[in-house]
Structures are given as structure tokens and as C-alpha cells.
């Protein structure tokens, strides 16, 4: 039996949904939308898990589904050296969101990421503390501001409504992921001038060693295991 892991909420699972069905496999809740069961209909030997799109990179790692659907961006904040346990098969063409780095719009000095630079230098002579970055996205940003040599800074743990954790002066920037850019403008924030940290979008990532064992499975849905 092949187990494939999908969210059990919002868009990411109703995408999901027309996702396999546009490939002739039919995955629904087999219960109430409180049950997170699934139903898997057009192929043979295959069970539908429903669980947190933040707990599908560690359930995939870790071989206890086979196949799973999530962000990019989740696989590579939650797994260290992601690729020798999980393989991406296929991007899914939804779920388009960038992790970026904001600051207050009226930071007017501050554009690029430079600028971002020699501010959180001067921050600490001026407030005795390192410039308080939020985010959930710890591995990443840090990385990414390590190969930037941005140093003088600390991350504030966020779980959820980031963007308000400035007005709220619990930070002075955040690292998070951004769509449309309207919680953003909602918060008074702007996207430092760079790439993002990452761009991210829902994949179907496999476990490693079940690749072979999913073959027939991708190749029903045309794809290369
Ligand atoms: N506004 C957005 N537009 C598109 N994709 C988004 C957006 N916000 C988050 N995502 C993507 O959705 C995925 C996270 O989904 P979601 O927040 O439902 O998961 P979760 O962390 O498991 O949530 P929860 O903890 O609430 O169950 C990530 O891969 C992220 O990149
Ligand atoms: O650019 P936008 O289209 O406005 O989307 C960005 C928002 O979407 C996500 O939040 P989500 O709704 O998943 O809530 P959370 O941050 O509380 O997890 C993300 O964390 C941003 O807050």
C-alpha cells in the first residue's frame, strides 16, 4: 500500500484535490470535515492521509507516508540535507509564495539589503539590543543571512501573524511568506530590493527509498519516478 500525504485544509487541499483529479485520481475526505481520513478512487493500492502541510516534510523524511504534497519552502526550513531522504518528483503549479525580508515603510533609508546591513550595525549602540528579525522560517533566514554576511541581528519566533509582531514592537523586521503582498501593505512593510530568501510553491515530494515502489503510480499520473 503507497501512502500519500496531502493538507488537511484550506486551499492547499482543495488544489491538491483538482490537482490529482485532472490526472484521473479522485482523493476526498471519507468523513466529516473533522476526519482526517481519505478516500483514493481511479487507482489500486493507495491511502489518503490527511494532516498539517507543516508536518508532511517530517512524515515524508521519516518514511511514514510515501508521497506527500507541500511547500517547497516547508521541506527546506524543516529537514537538514532534505535531499537524501526526500526526492521532489513533481512541482504542482500552486502555492506560489515568496519567503522575504521587510521592513517598515517608513524606513526610508532602508532599500536593499546593504542598507539593511548597516542598520542593524548601528542598532545595537543605539537601543543596547541586536535588531529583532520575526519569523517561523529560522534555518533559512539564517542561512541566507550568513552567505549575505548580515550578522548583527536576532529571530524572534513566530508562528503566525508575523507581520504584526512590528507594530507591536516585539520586532523591528520580518521574514515571511508573501503572496499577493496585501498583509504586508496591511502592516505598513516593505519587501527589502533582493530575490527572495526563497520561492516556494506546493511540490509532490516523495520518500527517498519508495521511489521505486511509487513507479507505477507517477507513471499513471504521467510522471517519472
Ligand atoms: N498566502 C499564501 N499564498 C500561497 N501559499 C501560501 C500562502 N501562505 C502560505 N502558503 C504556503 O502554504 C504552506 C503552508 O500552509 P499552511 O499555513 O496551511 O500550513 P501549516 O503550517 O501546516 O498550517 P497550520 O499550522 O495552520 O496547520 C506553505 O508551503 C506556504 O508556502
Ligand atoms: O501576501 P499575502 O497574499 O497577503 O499572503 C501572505 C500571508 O499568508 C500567510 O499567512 P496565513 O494566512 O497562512 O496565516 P499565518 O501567517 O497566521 O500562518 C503568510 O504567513 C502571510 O501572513
Request: aromatic fraction near 6%; proline fraction near 3%.
Amino acid at each position: 500500500m503507497i501512502r500519500l500525504g496531502v493538507p488537511s485544509k484550506g486551499r492547499l487541499m482543495e488544489q491538491s484535490f483538482e490537482w490529482f483529479a485532472a490526472r484521473g485520481v479522485t482523493l476526498s475526505r471519507s468523513g466529516s470535515d473533522r476526519e482526517y481520513a481519505g478516500r483514493v478512487d481511479g487507482v489500486e493500492g493507495m491511502s489518503l492521509i490527511l494532516l498539517s502541510a507543516g508536518e508532511i516534510p517530517r512524515e515524508l523524511a521519516a518514511g511514514r507516508i510515501d508521497l506527500g504534497v507541500t511547500g517547497t519552502d516547508l521541506v527546506r526550513e524543516k529537514l537538514t540535507g532534505w535531499k537524501s531522504d526526500v526526492a521532489e518528483v513533481a512541482p504542482m503549479g500552486f502555492g506560489h509564495a515568496d519567503l522575504i525580508l521587510a521592513v517598515p515603510d517608513c524606513w526610508r533609508d532602508c532599500v536593499d539589503l546593504d542598507d539593511f546591513a548597516a542598520i542593524a550595525r548601528d542598532f545595537r549602540a543605539v537601543h543596547g539590543f541586536r535588531l529583532r528579525i520575526a519569523t517561523k522560517y529560522h534555518r533559512l533566514v539564517r542561512a541566507w543571512l550568513a552567505a549575505h554576511e548580515v550578522a548583527d541581528y536576532q529571530l524572534v519566533d513566530s508562528q503566525g501573524a508575523t507581520e504584526g509582531t512590528v507594530a507591536n514592537q516585539t520586532a523591528e523586521a520580518i521574514a515571511d511568506i508573501t503572496s499577493s503582498g496585501e498583509t504586508l501593505r496591511a502592516n505598513n512593510l516593505k519587501v527589502l530590493a533582493e530575490d527572495p530568501i526563497l520561492r516556494s510553491q506546493a511540490t509532490l515530494f516523495a520518500h527517498r527509498a519508495s521511489l521505486a515502489d511509487c513507479g507505477p503510480f507517477l507513471a499513471q499520473l504521467g510522471l517519472e519516478a
